[in-house]
């Protein structure tokens, strides 16, 4: 659990956090985030978080979530490095010969067996 009271804010994700905030930003941001904090419940992104710790110069964190926000916290608990929105996406289907796209190419006129 994250305790927001012992929470360090970065600079950078306060920035995220108020831009990537979706619609028009609450009359109080600060308490927005601060109910969020407190909600937010641990995720594993198993092995994601590697290639996140090579990303980011070695240096582990822990990771929150809560109604499709994504906190990244440092691993001793007392900063919160950024704010990320969490965009699920499906995974474009694999063709035949395993590249991605729509399908099978259309052969060109002379080039037909």
């Known amino acids: 659990?994250?305790?927001?009271?012992?929470?360090?804010?970065?600079?950078?994700?306060?920035?995220?956090?108020?831009?990537?905030?979706?619609?028009?930003?609450?009359?109080?941001?600060?308490?927005?985030?601060?109910d969020l904090l407190r909600r937010a419940q641990?995720?594993?992104?198993?092995v994601a978080s590697v290639v996140r710790m090579i990303d980011n110069g070695f240096e582990s964190a822990n990771y929150y979530t809560v109604d499709g926000w994504r906190f990244v916290v440092s691993e001793d608990g007392q900063r919160l490095v950024t704010a990320e929105r969490i965009i699920y996406s499906r995974p474009r289907k694999m063709n035949r010969r395993g590249r991605r796209g729509k399908g099978k190419g259309k052969l060109k006129r002379g080039l037909r067996r």
């Open 42 to 46: 641990p995720e594993d992104l198993g």
């Open 1 to 34: 659990m994250i305790e927001p009271k012992r929470l360090t804010i970065t600079r950078h994700a306060w920035q995220r956090f108020v831009s990537r905030y979706p619609g028009e930003l609450p009359a109080c941001p600060q308490a927005a985030l601060m």
